[in-house]
């Protein structure tokens, strides 16, 4: 078993004959993942690089049996892709793309309410991956190794760390999915930690965070109260100043909140193992196995 | 993007807002002409800068008459306003905007913004509004109202009548407090905004409502639907090195330390910032070179970073993914000879292609220290920028 993403996912790319829609469906093709196809409207019927492209998503659906889409079509008209791809009846839908209005992500959230059976992951992520089955993103596939460590975080590059100290320490991963750096997301962390808590091959769960929003405060709620299963955390933007945008449009102190300090305090108080330093994300895990709980002391 | 109260009450006055106009001052030869298109007093003269506070700063003077006005324009133009939404630093003022004074009888507060909890816009109002809004938002949170707003059909007119009588105002004013709500929501919605917010809102002696002041944010991402906005992004009010670095695709923040940082990513940028930190040192910058960085954009990095005289050294931290570091390598390479590099530089390569990032970086004539993980990278960068006399 495994989260959200299994050997029984077809995918399709949207936007596939763009630049960077080819080159990630041709590298999760490589991982393994079933690609069955992919979307450019207007390029329908057509070829390339033995992908069969289609005009809709509909039409790939229909034809190909496609269950999850991967989606690179640029900002402006990525929130109409999401919407495309939940009507053909696409379970999974993973946005890659960066730089979506957040005006777009709230009307394409209301929408989707319409659409229960449909997940979206991201936008403005690295997307998801479950080693030696599938991936369904841009992540380099070789850091992974399978294993029982569910990792969710908001962050590309730093999952990778995240990541690549687990496969160090010869745990490996069960699902990592990166659920993306915007202020309106589809999958929350709260979303992936419930997913992890029911799932049998998940034994431990990382979850990497950032300064903006209270996203990481309400997973802690979650932690507290129900989570069967040891979990770690780093959170990032210690050393952010108030009101400057940190690359993610979602990771900004505004009014005061969304510090990191609250937010380390609040996964403290919920038992969490909270690394000090990103060096140390492997280690804080390590403890939470143990039962620690609470803050990683500094090694002297 | 912001903009200021003055550009801002143009978009207000576009949307039928009640404001009063007034002229944009640069130069104090041009308050004549200002006191000529608006002869009738008393006058209000406001600086003009992005930073909140500005009135308690001393950045908003009432003049009552036409020497008082020319007056309040020499002191605030090219005064250095300090308020604590400016930073210690403070901005110097380099435009004002003088408009006609406005009698009223009561101050509120009204702002949109996005709710990411709820995913969609919301209303923060409050019959409490004015200079102490901040003071009031952290210990009488319970004074802020909010109205969710559907993110597809916008405020329903019903919410803003309720809202109107719940704040307190004149019940015959219904129709106009109404409507001035949801032309702010319908600003918000058009144009892709991440603020708009009007601090005072007031209650003229008429019971009318009147937009005192006016605080636009665009949401960077959407504005490339709003291309007729993008020429007035005021560049006096921007860091120069952030600009830069937008320009090359970089996403650079200035810090106050003195370790240059160049990182693949965003939450990588920020852990990077966080590691030296936690190891005693302190960060100069927050510095992405993003997903698919060139030599070229590695070579603008560094220039950026190193015209900050006050870095002493450099750490270089890539998690190769897509980017493959034999490629960054030869980036940082290139680019340490064409800026002849000359301060202490770490280097933390990892992932994709790494042996062949090491193999060029060895083979080059560049003076650096190799790190194997982050925290190793973070204590080395620490402390070799001790080791550098300021």
């Given at each position: 078993?495994?989260?959200?993403?299994?050997?029984?996912?077809?995918?399709?790319?949207?936007?596939?004959?763009?630049?960077?829609?080819?080159?990630?469906?041709?590298?999760?093709?490589?991982?393994?993942?079933?690609?069955?196809?992919?979307?450019?409207?207007?390029?329908?019927?057509?070829?390339?690089?033995?992908?069969?492209?289609?005009?809709?998503?509909?039409?790939?659906?229909?034809?190909?049996?496609?269950?999850?889409?991967?989606?690179?079509?640029?900002?402006?008209?990525?929130?109409?892709?999401?919407?495309?791809?939940?009507?053909?009846?696409?379970?999974?839908?993973?946005?890659?793309?960066?730089?979506?209005?957040?005006?777009?992500?709230?009307?394409?959230?209301?929408?989707?309410?319409?659409?229960?059976?449909?997940?979206l992951?991201?936008?403005?992520?690295?997307?998801?991956?479950?080693?030696?089955?599938?991936?369904?993103?841009?992540?380099?596939?070789?850091?992974?190794?399978?294993?029982?460590?569910g990792?969710?975080?908001?962050?590309?590059?730093?999952?990778?760390?995240?990541?690549?100290?687990?496969?160090?320490?010869?745990?490996?991963?069960?699902?990592?999915?990166?659920?993306?750096?915007?202020?309106?997301?589809?999958?929350?962390?709260?979303?992936?930690?419930?997913?992890?808590?029911?799932d049998?091959?998940?034994?431990?769960?990382?979850?990497?965070?950032?300064?903006?929003?209270?996203?990481?405060?309400?997973?802690?709620?979650?932690?507290?109260?129900?989570?069967?299963?040891?979990?770690a955390?780093?959170?990032?933007?210690?050393?952010?100043?108030?009101?400057?945008?940190?690359?993610?449009?979602?990771?900004?102190?505004?009014?005061?909140?969304?510090?990191?300090?609250?937010?380390?305090?609040?996964?403290?108080?919920?038992?969490?193992?909270?690394?000090?330093?990103?060096?140390?994300?492997?280690?804080?895990?390590?403890?939470?196995?143990?039962?620690k709980?609470?803050?990683?002391k500094?090694?002297? | 993007?912001?903009?200021h109260?003055?550009?801002?009450?143009?978009?207000?006055?576009?949307?039928?807002?009640?404001?009063t106009?007034?002229?944009?001052?640069?130069?104090?030869?041009?308050?004549?002409?200002?006191?000529?298109?608006?002869?009738?007093?008393p006058?209000?003269?406001?600086?003009?800068?992005?930073?909140?506070?500005?009135?308690?700063?001393?950045?908003?003077?009432?003049?009552?008459?036409?020497?008082?006005?020319?007056?309040?324009?020499?002191?605030?133009?090219?005064?250095?306003?300090?308020?604590?939404?400016?930073?210690?630093?403070?901005?110097?003022?380099?435009?004002?905007?003088?408009?006609?004074?406005?009698?009223y009888?009561?101050?509120?507060?009204?702002?949109?913004?996005?709710?990411?909890?709820?995913?969609?816009?919301?209303?923060?109002?409050?019959?409490e509004?004015?200079?102490?809004?901040?003071?009031?938002?952290?210990?009488?949170?319970?004074?802020?109202?909010?109205?969710?707003?559907?993110?597809?059909?916008?405020?329903?007119p019903?919410?803003a009548?309720?809202?109107?009588?719940?704040?307190?105002?004149?019940?015959?004013?219904?129709?106009?407090?109404?409507?001035?709500?949801?032309?702010?929501?319908?600003?918000?919605?058009?144009?892709?905004?991440?603020?708009?917010?009007?601090?005072?809102?007031?209650?003229?002696?008429?019971?009318?409502?009147?937009?005192?002041?006016?605080?636009?944010?665009?949401?960077?991402?959407?504005?490339?639907?709003?291309?007729?906005?993008?020429?007035?992004?005021?560049?006096?009010?921007?860091?120069?090195?952030?600009l830069?670095?937008?320009?090359?695709?970089?996403?650079?923040?200035?810090?106050?330390?003195?370790?240059?940082?160049?990182?693949?990513?965003?939450?990588?940028?920020?852990a990077?910032?966080?590691?030296?930190?936690?190891?005693?040192?302190?960060?100069?910058?927050?510095?992405?070179?993003?997903?698919?960085?060139?030599?070229?954009?590695?070579?603008?990095a560094?220039?950026?970073?190193?015209s900050?005289?006050?870095?002493?050294?450099i750490?270089?931290?890539?998690?190769?993914?897509?980017?493959?570091?034999?490629?960054?390598?030869?980036?940082?390479?290139?680019?340490?000879?064409?800026?002849?590099?000359?301060?202490p530089?770490?280097i933390r390569?990892?992932?994709?292609?790494?042996?062949?990032?090491?193999?060029?970086?060895?083979?080059?004539?560049?003076?650096?220290?190799f790190?194997?993980?982050?925290?190793?990278?973070?204590?080395?960068?620490?402390?070799?920028?001790?080791?550098?006399?300021?």
């Amino acid at each position: 078993m495994s989260v959200y993403l299994g050997k029984n996912a077809k995918v399709i790319c949207q936007g596939i004959t763009g630049s960077a829609g080819l080159f990630h469906s041709k590298a999760c093709r490589e991982y393994g993942t079933k690609m069955v196809g992919g979307v450019t409207p207007g390029k329908g019927g057509s070829e390339v690089e033995g992908f069969k492209v289609f005009d809709t998503v509909a039409d790939a659906v229909k034809k190909t049996g496609a269950n999850t889409t991967m989606i690179f079509v640029p900002a402006l008209f990525a929130g109409d892709a999401i919407l495309e791809a939940a009507d053909a009846g696409i379970e999974l839908i993973v946005c890659i793309t960066e730089g979506i209005p957040a005006n777009d992500m709230a009307k394409v959230n209301s929408i989707l309410k319409q659409y229960p059976k449909t997940r979206l992951i991201g936008p403005n992520c690295p997307g998801i991956i479950t080693p030696g089955v599938a991936k369904v993103g841009i992540m380099p596939g070789y850091i992974h190794k399978p294993g029982k460590i569910g990792i969710v975080s908001r962050s590309g590059t730093l999952t990778y760390e995240a990541v690549w100290q687990v496969t160090q320490l010869k745990l490996g991963q069960s699902t990592c999915i990166g659920i993306g750096g915007d202020p309106i997301v589809g999958t929350t962390h709260l979303d992936a930690l419930e997913a992890f808590n029911k799932d049998k091959d998940t034994q431990a769960v990382i979850m990497i965070g950032e300064i903006g929003g209270t996203a990481e405060e309400e997973a802690a709620q979650y932690v507290k109260k129900y989570m069967k299963k040891p979990v770690a955390a780093f959170i990032a933007g210690m050393t952010a100043p108030p009101g400057k945008r940190m690359g993610h449009a979602g990771a900004i102190v505004s009014g005061g909140k969304g510090t990191a300090k609250e937010k380390i305090a609040a996964l403290e108080a919920a038992g969490i193992v909270v690394a000090q330093s990103p060096g140390e994300i492997g280690n804080a895990l390590v403890e939470a196995l143990k039962g620690k709980k609470g803050k990683l002391k500094k090694k002297k | 993007m912001k903009l200021h109260e003055y550009q801002a009450k143009e978009i207000f006055a576009k949307y039928g807002l009640p404001v009063t106009s007034g002229m944009l001052v640069k130069h104090l030869s041009e308050v004549d002409e200002a006191l000529k298109k608006f002869p009738n007093g008393p006058w209000v003269v406001k600086a003009q800068i992005h930073a909140g506070g500005r009135g308690k700063a001393g950045g908003v003077k009432l003049a009552k008459n036409e020497m008082e006005v020319s007056q309040k324009a020499t002191d605030i133009l090219g005064m250095t306003l300090i308020s604590p939404q400016t930073g210690p630093q403070g901005k110097v003022v380099k435009k004002i905007f003088i408009t006609p004074a406005v009698d009223y009888t009561k101050e509120l507060y009204v702002s949109v913004v996005l709710d990411r909890a709820h995913r969609c816009p919301v209303i923060l109002a409050s019959a409490e509004g004015g200079t102490e809004i901040e003071e009031l938002a952290a210990h009488k949170p319970e004074a802020i109202q909010k109205v969710y707003i559907d993110p597809i059909q916008g405020l329903h007119p019903y919410q803003a009548r309720q809202l109107h009588l719940s704040l307190g105002l004149p019940p015959d004013k219904i129709n106009q407090g109404a409507k001035l709500f949801q032309g702010l929501v319908k600003i918000f919605m058009d144009l892709d905004l991440s603020l708009i917010e009007v601090n005072p809102l007031v209650v003229l002696k008429d019971g009318s409502i009147h937009c005192l002041d006016a605080k636009v944010s665009f949401d960077d991402n959407g504005l490339p639907r709003h291309k007729e906005y993008i020429s007035w992004r005021d560049p006096d009010e921007e860091d120069p090195r952030e600009l830069q670095a937008a320009e090359h695709g970089l996403s650079y923040i200035s810090l106050d330390g003195n370790i240059g940082c160049l990182v693949n990513g965003a939450g990588l940028a920020m852990a990077t910032a966080d590691a030296i930190q936690h190891f005693g040192g302190s960060p100069a910058n927050f510095l992405d070179v993003g997903g698919g960085a060139t030599t070229k954009a590695v070579t603008e990095a560094f220039k950026i970073i190193l015209s900050d005289n006050r870095v002493k050294a450099i750490l270089v931290n890539i998690f190769g993914g897509i980017m493959k570091c034999d490629i960054i390598a030869q980036g940082i390479i290139d680019a340490a000879k064409q800026v002849s590099l000359s301060l202490p530089l770490v280097i933390r390569l990892e992932g994709t292609n790494v042996e062949k990032g090491k193999e060029l970086l060895s083979k080059s004539e560049l003076k650096y220290s190799f790190a194997s993980s982050m925290d190793e990278a973070a204590k080395a960068i620490v402390v070799a920028a001790q080791g550098v006399k300021s």
